[in-house]
């Protein structure tokens, strides 16, 4: 399985707590993808903690896509962990990280995923699914910089390595 590592942070000059429970509370998840995904959460009452599922559906390059994440790990307010259960990926582990600093809150997305089909999967990740994850999270940090009102601070701009 050829493993790709995708990482970015952000500083939020809020509370860790504030950050937190934004990040917590799935229904913000809409709000920092980007429209052209046509995200949809179809899980009805999410509550975060370890061993639930989220179940959304996305539109990939105009393909509508199913995808079920579990949350693996739950540590308020310092990180959660989700992993895709059902999806387009082979492998995908997220694990959003928030740690305090003077100046407020590190954001931190760190993503190691895999894609099916072997050399044709690599491939594709050369020609679209490297593109479209970077513009994913180009986005989200713009759109946690609306979210919070400007007080951000991009430290580490989106990166995608080979493991």
Known sequence: MHIY????????????????AFFEDA??????????????????????????ELEYNIRLIGIPMYWRSVITEYEPPFQFVDEQAA????????????RPSPE???????VEYALPLGPLGRIGHALMVRPQLMAIFNYRQRA????????????????IAEK
């Open 27 to 52: 229904a913000n998840l809409a709000k920092i993808t980007p429209r052209w995904l046509n995200f949809q959460i179809i899980s009805k009452q999410i509550a975060m903690r370890p061993g639930v």
């Open 104 to 110: 407020g809150t590190l954001v931190g997305d760190h």
């Open 5 to 20: 590592h995708l990482r970015c942070e952000m500083l939020v000059k809020r509370s860790i707590s504030e950050v937190f």
């Open 87 to 98: 999806g387009p990926y082979l492998y995908w582990h997220h694990a959003h990280t928030f």
């Open 144 to 159: 946690l910089s609306e979210q919070f009102q400007g007080e951000t601070v991009q430290v580490v701009d989106p990166v």
